[in-house]
């Protein structure tokens, strides 16, 4: 009998799922560091190979192969996105992502000055900055 008069006095619940408390769970998308170093999760590197690769990205990168910088934002998205993240892989993610900004920067401007200036910017030296003249230089057409 008691049993009965407790399910009636029971306020019902109005929602037919559980509550779920997100902060208790550490694998949770709305969490705010990630689990994995990796854009490929569970499937990826460890930390610490994390670590050795994002240096090496890192290093070499200055050897006149800046878009490992980009691979290496890219691969490492997850460090570069959440800024508490890793201690340990952020300084070179984050100086990847600055030296391929400035070396985009610097391209960028490069090419833009060619392609927008030409001969009237460089004057009469444009016909030793451009390369699309070089064959004909060295008589290397049959046409000329």
């Known amino acids: 009998m008691e049993a009965s008069e407790a399910s009636t006095n029971a306020t019902p619940n109005p929602s037919p799922r559980p509550s779920i408390n997100f902060t ?7 969490s705010s560091t ?8 569970p499937l990826g590197l460890s930390e610490d190979e994390s670590l050795s690769y994002a240096r090496r990205f890192y290093k070499f990168g200055y050897a006149l192969l800046p878009w490992l910088w980009a691979v ?3 691969y490492f ?3 570069l996105r959440h800024s508490r993240s890793f201690p340990r892989l ?6 990847s992502a600055v030296g391929f900004t400035v070396f985009s920067a610097l391209l ?3 090419a833009l000055t060619f392609a927008i200036g030409g001969e009237n910017l460089f004057g009469p030296i444009w016909d030793e ?3 699309y003249n070089v064959a004909d230089r060295l008589g290397l057409t049959g046409w000329s």
């Open 24 to 30: 208790s769970n550490r694998n949770s998308i709305l």
């Open 34 to 41: 990630p689990v994995w170093p990796t854009i490929d999760g």
């Open 72 to 74: 290496n934002c890219f």
């Open 77 to 79: 998205w997850p460090v």
């Open 90 to 95: 952020r300084p070179y993610v984050v100086g």
């Open 108 to 110: 960028s401007s490069w």
């Open 129 to 131: 900055l451009v390369m």
